[in-house]
């Protein structure tokens, strides 16, 4: 080729790398690969073929993950079109609308993932039922907003129906009294973490990432321990977040979609009903109780530190006025304060998570002393980030006096 055509050429490829050409056509063959892989999997031989080498995991990770890819497209496409989309303000920190119905896309590639890979149980339908309600009410809440009360109520009622169905902690031997304060307790465990998880999605990705990382070393835990039900639904968690993730958080850029109060409480409610459904250790009851504690400690820490803080400076004096309020005082806002980056932020409760799950999966043969050790640990790891995030908040005060 001459000179001459090798300088056009090159310039040409440039003009078509800057108009982003290139960037939208691999984009479309990708999509349309994870669409022919989703054909694929639909395929009862093929599903047969997986179920037959033992890899039934793998079949669900799969199916949910290329549902998931091209539900969240779809999704991304209707919210766009009803003007179903987040609209920055004070309390926000995205630049512009985004749209939501993530949530959504996760719930149905979930169910269906599930109920295609005939995974029925009495205690399954209660938590599908019950994560369904969940989702809902927070559909309606991202479409027209909800008083908190209401959603509590949702939470709660949702709650109680994963316990009728036979899914609660047993901290306590079996009696009239225990069966109530376990109950109280699994209540709290369970809207805790539902709203817990809601809170952490003030950033792109981070309830995505957080969800996905959780759901992982719940599978990985529940392998171990030999409960496959409980891994196989962790697996498709897994499967819908890895799916929904490319769209949540990017590096560069900003999320091209949400999860909204659809998605964050649904992953949340769904993830700690997994957590009290396994038997996390052999015959060692505070191992097994410690071991979903790790894996969900940065939710819990969060949620404590919060609580405790808007008390002691009184922003909130009692449970109305806490389920009401919103600030921007959570983990992500406190690290953000100390990073100066928002990504850098999600990144680091990323692998504080990965951390803690890996500390878990080290309980599986722990003694009890072990498991204190490890505890131990974990609140050494909170110490250090509360001296981290003071370090943040001083240098913020300085800024802005």
């Known amino acids: 080729m001459c000179p001459l055509c090798l300088c056009g050429f090159s310039f040409n490829l440039r003009r078509i790398r800057a108009t982003g050409y290139l960037r939208v056509k691999t984009g479309q063959i990708v999509y349309a690969v994870i669409l022919l892989l989703l054909v ?195 697996i498709a968690i897994v499967g819908t977040c890895i799916g929904f993730l490319p769209y949540n958080f990017k590096l560069n850029k900003p999320a091209t979609i949400f999860l909204g109060d659809a998605g964050s409480t649904f992953l949340g409610f769904t993830l700690a009903c997994l957590a009290i459904m396994g038997e996390w250790a052999d015959n060692n009851i505070f191992v097994s109780l410690i071991t979903p504690l790790l894996i969900f400690w940065i939710l819990i820490f969060d949620m404590v530190h919060i609580t405790i ?23 992500h806002h406190r690290l953000e304060a100390l990073f100066l980056n928002k990504k850098l932020s999600v990144l680091f409760i990323y692998f504080m998570c990965i951390c803690l799950g890996v500390t878990a999966i080290v309980l599986r043969n722990a003694r009890t002393i072990d498991a204190l050790l490890l505890l131990l640990q974990a609140i050494i790891i909170v110490i250090i980030i509360s001296v981290l995030e003071r370090a943040g908040q001083k240098r913020e005060r300085r800024k802005n006096p």
């Not at 004070?90 to 939501?100: A, D, G, N």
């Not at 899914?167 to 973490?193: A, C, D, E, R, Y």
């Not at 109305?320 to 959570?330: C, L, N, Q, R, S």
Request: hydrophobic share 55%.
């Open 40 to 234: 694929a999997l639909v395929i009862p031989t093929v599903k047969l073929s997986f179920y037959e080498r033992g890899l039934r995991w793998l079949y669900i990770l799969l199916f949910s993950f290329s549902l998931s890819v091209i539900l969240t497209r779809i999704m991304r496409y209707i919210a766009l079109r009803d003007e179903i989309v987040d609209y920055p303000e004070e309390r926000k920190i995205h630049p512009s609308p985004t749209p939501l119905l993530g949530g959504v896309a996760i719930y149905l590639a979930f169910v269906v993932a599930i109920l295609t890979n005939f995974i029925f149980t009495k205690e399954l339908i209660a938590i599908l039922l019950g994560s369904s309600i969940i989702m809902c009410i927070g559909l309606i809440d991202d479409i027209k907003v909800v008083p908190a009360i209401w959603k509590l109520l949702a939470q709660l009622t949702a709650t109680l129906i994963v316990i009728y169905a036979g899914i609660g902690l047993t901290i306590f031997p079996k009696n009239v009294f225990t069966l109530t304060v376990n109950s109280l307790i699994t209540i709290i465990w369970i809207i805790g973490i539902t709203n817990a998880m809601n809170f952490f999605d003030g950033m792109d990705g981070l309830s995505t990432g957080i969800s996905l990382i959780i759901a992982f070393f719940l599978g990985i835990v529940a392998f171990q321990t030999n409960h496959p039900f409980v891994g196989w639904i962790s």
């Open 309 to 331: 803080m808007r008390i002691y400076t009184k922003k909130v004096t009692n449970i109305k006025e806490w389920i009401d309020y919103v600030g921007k005082d959570h983990l």
